[in-house]
């Protein structure tokens, strides 16, 4: 009787009404949409900005149309002043980091594919899903109402270092609503993803098929679960840094403002506080935060690798492995973010070498990913060469870490475009590879039609080598120490290089616009694309073993059974060189091999 | 946006100078004299530009600190002499009030205009400045102004004289003095000032200095006469 | 050659061991046991939040302004009654398991218990709305020392949790009265679960508050 | 479409690597006693990470070449070792690199931070405020004057907050937006942030430090070679940040006497 009430309690009728269907689902495979949706919109908004500050930073005096009709205070005749060139900085990296490089590997496309991927209908707690979904929307739009109201948005770059985003307006135009907004809107991003972290966890650990062993689950679902746990133990700890930092500003508390602070010529009314532990709760917060971003990419990618190789990579325990120790590592290097903060120079020692450590499960991952390469049957798709290009995106964003990872060597190199190259490569470039890559391997499923491969390969190619024209010479001018965050080059050193800042700018020109390629080819297919089969890449999860798109309902209320693990490629079964999960055939070698 | 403000500003101007040109300005009384110290005043430092090339390069001697400028005779200079009470409000002039940005100072160091008159202030650096003028009672502001931009033109609603600073450049301070009536004074070189066709009354009349503070004095006028009035302030060594 | 393909792929051809794959098929869906882990997911994520608020106060607490606070003596009643409430949200289980579930007077019963929890829980936030009172008369408020920003702060949040758990009470009571046929246990053992943590956490603040403020 | 992906891996590859093979970076001129041992490791990690990046990217170029495109019936083969090589290929690269940078590079810090400014090193405050340094020297007495945050008055040249009426010490400090150190001789700088967060970088010194609100640090270094340097800000510090500069002066110690009578006098 209990079971009967518990089916009445779970097991919902299809949504009829739009609101219920569309907006307030329910449906993971909505929510995840949604995600995806609002993590392109980020996307574009970020690159923009990212557009306007590469435009400024060459041509200081340019004359922007439209932009003083957004802020007249800001770009006075649309030429863009220096707090403004900070504000455009602190939405840039907030957007990215948190509405994007968090929601679209993670949250998008974990919705989605997670509870089909482990055969579930449904996430375990739907309402959370729908609630974290909204509350993460309503971050965004927090912040970006940080745009239009009179004081502008902050200026306190998205690490928000206090003092400088504790006193309020004494510390510049921006800081007075602005930075409450930025505080809110982080607030509320926390709570949406804790809840979007315990639905992802609880969801992996209680809801899979009758057979689908840990063991037997893809390698994306694996690094959706661990990102999910790393997120869970993030969020928790960045959600009080920021109510402290709301108290502080509105409550005329002490937690990270000291005493005797004299600002815009008022001396402040705090005493006492740490702005150190503001560094540390953040950077606690800000180290895991990178993995969060690139581990669901490196379980897109090896998913989608084992797809276009035709064979399965040398050891999926292996990767498994790797990612969970780096996630297990993210949280003893946070220190290298502030080697010259003052901190105990021993610590930095202590952080240094676990930082150094972490370079090891990612050579491993690395190796396996090419190793795989070696004696598969290659496909060459969109998304096979995103994933590819993820591998080489990832090598080259991830050497430089050797560097930053020493404190000695970053003693010169802190805080220059080498960092700034180095996190835009690995972190995010990398990532949004891993997402790229997703996208074509998986639309088919999400939309019931195919993206159109010739502007998904036009997409690549741009993409791919705008990418290292952008971000390679960021090295480089770190080398000779061109110091980050400024507005523009004032120092005599800088005057022979900046033909070079030229470049990038005009690289990020054409590569952002060749990101329009990918939004015109992700609309016109959603409607013209042609029709999706159900398993249009041959894959053996379960994703490919539901129609396209999925059911209200995923499995139509059966309940799948697993055989396999999702690794069975390049073997004789009735349907091809390979035999899906949920079939329940003995899978043979190939012959002929 | 832009243009329209222009355009009211324009009709705002008309319509004050309509009001003060209608008919002959009524002759009055006149209160001028001077200002003046005792003791030793602080010695001004010389200002260390070096952070700021563009500006150092413009000058040959070092520019000093403007918070005590003495003329000849123990004058006093930068002081603001107005009228703080028993005069009534006047309308805002249709002139604009010109602060200048040049060489990384502040010129004049001290400007006073009048409640809602026209502020502009203008930059003729090839860098970019910060102005932000720190008034207790009126709205605060914090604006940049990169070189080759149009200038900012503001307004303030409420008399005030407050500091206004270049968060940029550290050494640049200067003083808004905001007043309710047009007969004020600033002192320039000699210390003297003049407040001109004060009508019949009893009035109460205010030397404010930026270090030194302020002091008042009654003075009545009868008629079209002149009063003479003097302020002496106590200079101190630190 | 293929012998490697082989390898890679044997072990997992073969099919589960029956008990293996007997265990997911009895919580296929999840229906029994997704709660209950989640509820400990959820746990852990306060701890981790309520960890992150201490280290916060141990670096505070080596700064010059750090004094000391005397903590209202109510407190320690509060304490009681809301130990006392988690022993009578147990008495609420022992009816739940006495009883067969389903039954009029069981779940009456069960209810009835629910019930004295929440009012014990509401009698605790009003206790600690006092303590913030009797600060406040002596003039001690929120930024006035980083003792007092801490305690505000941390009994605060605790009372924002324990009102959270009220309310689900008050659905749990609503549901036990209104229909005792479809009435989840789990949806108990959940609420069960997430009120003794809160006992837990209380004592853990309290004692906190009592040797670091 | 393979082939073209493995060409433009290797022609990234060559291009990325040929700017520092040819040195068109070049690191600023050094002019520390410490900084050599930094430029060391700096080199020593060039090394290590240029050549996993070429060779990585040109594996990766090399087996999508050779894989793509093969036809169904074409056998599948897996890497000798399989996975167990690359990890214990892994563990021995990257273990041992890491274990030599990491000790190396404890030399190099250890340089700079376990060693502390000797007693008769150059005395100097350094204040950062938004938007510039001033320095301080402590003058004849060698006595800094106490600092008072309400005393501040930038508009009279009073950054620091001195109290000449009252403090006997402040009367003869030295305040100075340029800072002068002798050549060869020690500078124990005093790091003090009047109101946000900022930081001390001088290229050529190779030296970097944050001021922390509340919290006083201090370094200390050596210059070797006289001109003037640039310090810049590079902790993020508000809208004036990208301006926030001022210049290190490295004279001989006679100029620098005199330079300090000079100052004095006025």
Redesign the interface.
């Known amino acids: 009787m209990e079971e009967s009430s518990v089916q009445q309690a779970h097991v919902h009728a299809p949504p009829e009404r739009f609101i219920r269907k569309h907006i307030f689902s329910l449906d993971h495979k909505v929510i995840g949409k949604q995600y995806y949706a609002l993590a392109l919109v980020a996307v574009f908004t970020g690159m923009i900005l990212s557009w306007l500050m590469r435009i400024h930073m060459v041509w200081p005096t340019a004359k922007i149309p439209l932009l003083e009709h957004i802020s007249s205070a800001g770009a006075p005749g649309g030429v863009i002043t220096p707090e403004y060139y900070l504000s455009l900085l602190t939405m840039h990296g907030t957007l990215m980091v948190f509405f994007v490089l968090t929601n679209a590997p993670f949250a998008a496309f974990g919705n989605f594919f997670l509870p089909i991927q482990i055969g579930a209908e449904d996430m375990a707690f739907p309402r959370f899903n729908m609630m974290s979904f909204w509350v993460t929307f309503a971050a965004w739009a927090v912040l970006m109402l940080a745009f239009f109201i009179p004081d502008g948005p902050p200026i306190a770059g998205w690490t928000s270092y206090a003092p400088l985003s504790a006193v309020g307006k004494d510390a510049g135009p921006g800081m007075q609503w602005g930075m409450s907004l930025w505080g809110l809107s982080i607030a509320l991003f926390c709570i949406g993803s804790l809840l979007g972290a315990l639905n992802f966890i609880s969801t992996t650990l209680d809801m899979r098929a009758k057979g689908m062993t840990l063991m037997r689950m893809p390698l994306c679902t694996w690094a959706w679960f661990i990102t999910a746990c790393i997120a869970l133990l993030a969020f928790a700890v960045l959600l009080p840094a920021c109510i402290l930092l709301i108290l502080d500003r509105h409550a005329g508390t002490s937690f990270y403002v000291p005493g005797g602070l004299v600002i815009s010529d008022r001396l402040q009314a705090h005493s006492g506080g740490s702005p150190l532990l503001w560094q540390h709760l953040f950077w606690f917060f800000g180290h895991p935060e990178v993995y969060i971003a690139i581990l669901p990419s490196m379980g897109i990618v090896s998913h989608i690798l084992i797809n276009s190789m035709r064979k399965p990579l040398l050891s999926g325990k292996v990767v498994i492995y790797s990612m969970m120790s780096i996630g297990f590592l993210s949280y003893m290097v946070w220190g290298h973010h502030m080697f010259l903060s003052g901190m105990n120079p021993m610590s930095a020692l202590a952080f240094s070498f676990p930082t150094l450590t972490i370079t090891i499960p990612a050579t491993v991952l690395t190796l396996i990913w090419l190793g795989s390469l070696y004696g598969s049957r290659l496909q060459i798709n969109s998304a096979s060469l995103f994933a590819l290009g993820f591998i080489s995106m990832f090598v080259a964003g991830g050497v430089s870490g050797f560097f930053l990872a020493q404190p000695s060597i970053d003693i010169y190199l802190h805080a220059t475009y080498f960092v700034v190259g180095h996190f835009h490569m690995v972190m995010g470039v990398a990532s949004l590879f891993g997402v790229f890559a997703g996208t074509y391997f998986w639309f088919p499923k999400m939309s019931g039609r195919m993206m159109n491969e010739t502007l998904g390969k036009l997409h690549f190619w741009i993409t791919f080598v705008g990418t290292y024209c952008i971000f390679m010479p960021f090295h480089y001018l770190g080398l000779i120490g061109n110091v980050r965050r400024y507005q523009s080059f004032v120092d005599d050193f800088m005057q022979p290089f900046l033909g070079w800042h030229k470049f990038m700018t005009i690289a990020a020109l054409i590569t952002g616009a060749a990101q329009f390629i990918f939004l015109f080819n992700l609309i016109y297919s959603r409607f013209k694309g042609k029709v999706a089969p159900e398993n249009p890449w041959n894959g053996t999860s379960l994703e490919w073993s539901i129609p396209s798109p999925p059911p209200w309902n995923n499995f139509g209320g059966k309940h799948p059974v697993v055989y396999h693990d999702p690794f069975q490629y390049g073997v004789k079964g009735s349907k091809g060189d390979f035999v899906m999960q949920d079939s329940p055939e003995q899978a043979v070698p190939a012959s002929g091999d | 946006m832009g243009t329209k403000r222009v355009v009211f500003a324009g009709l705002a101007m008309l319509a004050a100078s309509a009001v003060a040109f209608a008919g002959p300005a009524p002759a009055g009384g006149t209160v001028s004299g001077k200002v003046t110290y005792e003791g030793t005043p602080a010695k001004m430092k010389p200002i260390d530009m070096s952070k700021e090339p563009s500006c150092a390069k413009m000058y040959t001697t070092p520019q000093l600190a403007e918070t005590v400028v003495t003329g000849s005779g123990n004058s006093l200079e930068n002081v603001v002499v107005y009228i703080s009470a028993g005069a009534p409000d006047d309308p805002a002039p249709s002139t604009a009030a010109v602060f200048t940005q040049k060489g990384c100072r502040y010129i004049p160091h001290v400007l006073a205009f009048q409640v809602n008159q026209e502020l502009k202030i203008q930059n003729e650096d090839q860098t970019s400045h910060n102005i932000h003028p720190l008034p207790k009672l009126n709205r605060e502001w914090n604006k940049s102004q990169p070189p080759g931009t149009p200038a900012i033109s503001e307004k303030y609603d409420k008399a005030e004289i407050f500091p206004v600073k270049c968060n940029v450049h550290p050494w640049m301070h200067g003083t808004f003095a905001v007043l309710k009536n047009s007969h004020y004074a600033v002192t320039g070189d000699g210390g003297a000032f003049t407040l001109a066709n004060l009508p019949p009354g009893k009035y109460t009349i205010t030397a404010w200095h930026e270090s030194y503070g302020d002091q008042s004095q009654e003075v009545t006028i009868s008629g079209s006469e002149t009063k003479t009035v003097s302020f002496v302030f106590k200079a101190k060594p630190y | 050659?293929?012998s490697?393909?082989?390898s890679?792929?044997s072990q997992?051809?073969a099919?589960?061991p029956p008990k293996?794959?007997a265990a997911?098929?009895a919580?296929?869906?999840?229906?029994?046991?997704?709660?209950?882990?989640?509820i400990w997911?959820?746990v852990?994520?306060?701890t981790?939040?309520f960890a992150?608020?201490t280290?916060?106060l141990f670096?505070?607490e080596?700064?010059?302004?750090?004094g000391h606070l005397t903590l209202p003596s109510i407190l320690y009643f509060n304490t009681l009654v809301l130990l006392v409430s988690s022993v009578t949200l147990e008495c609420a289980r022992q009816a739940l398991e006495a009883g067969r579930?389903?039954t009029q007077e069981v779940s009456h019963k069960a209810s009835a218990w629910v019930m004295v929890t929440l009012l014990l829980g509401l009698g605790f936030c009003a206790g600690q709305f006092h303590a913030w009172q009797d600060l406040r008369a002596e003039g001690i408020y929120?930024?006035t020392n980083?003792n007092s920003?801490f305690f505000y702060?941390l009994t605060f949040?605790h009372a924002l949790h324990v009102l959270v758990g009220i309310l689900v009470m008050v659905y749990l009571a609503g549901r036990l009265m209104a229909s005792h046929?479809?009435?989840?246990?789990s949806l108990f053992s959940n609420t069960a679960i997430y009120w003794h943590f809160m006992t837990g956490l209380w004592l853990y603040l309290l004692l906190l508050c009592r040797m670091k403020l | 479409m393979g082939k073209l992906l493995a060409v433009v891996l290797i022609i990234i590859a060559i291009a990325s690597a040929y700017p520092i093979v040819t040195h068109m970076f070049p690191l600023p001129e050094d002019i520390s006693t410490h900084g050599h041992a930094i430029d060391e490791q700096l080199k020593d990690t060039m090394w290590e990470a240029g050549v996993s990046f070429v060779a990585a990217q040109l594996v990766l170029a090399f087996f999508v070449w050779s894989f793509t495109g093969r036809k169904e019936g074409s056998p599948l083969r897996n890497f000798p070792g399989g996975a167990r090589v690359m990890v214990i290929a892994a563990f021995l690269l990257v273990g041992t690199e890491i274990l030599a940078l990491g000790v190396l590079g404890q030399k190099a810090w250890a340089n700079v931070y376990f060693t502390s400014a000797s007693p008769d090193a150059v005395q100097i405050q350094a204040q950062a405020e938004q938007f510039a340094f001033y320095f301080r020297y402590p003058g004849a007495d060698g006595k800094f004057g106490g600092i008072h945050p309400d005393k501040i008055d930038e508009g009279n040249q009073n950054y620091f907050g001195l109290d000449p009426a009252n403090d006997v010490d402040a009367r003869d400090d030295i305040v100075s937006g340029e800072l002068v150190v002798p050549v060869n001789r020690e500078v124990h700088l005093m790091m003090h942030a009047k109101d946000v967060g900022h930081s001390f970088y001088v290229r050529e010194l190779r030296i970097q430090q944050d001021f922390v609100p509340g919290l006083d640090l201090s370094v200390h270094f050596t210059a070797t070679k006289f001109g003037k340097y640039e310090i810049v800000c590079t902790q993020l510090c508000g809208l004036g940040h990208y301006n926030m500069k001022a210049y290190l002066n490295v004279v001989s110690e006679a100029d620098f006497e005199k330079w300090l009578k000079d100052q004095a006098a006025q």
Do not use: K
């Open positions: 050659m293929s490697t393909i082989v890679v792929n997992a051809n099919l589960p293996r794959a997911p098929a919580l296929a869906y999840g229906q029994e046991r997704a709660p209950s882990s989640g997911v959820g852990f994520a306060i981790m939040s992150a608020f280290s916060a670096v505070r080596g700064t010059a302004d750090w579930l389903g929120l930024a980083p920003s702060l949040l046929t479809t009435f989840r246990r």
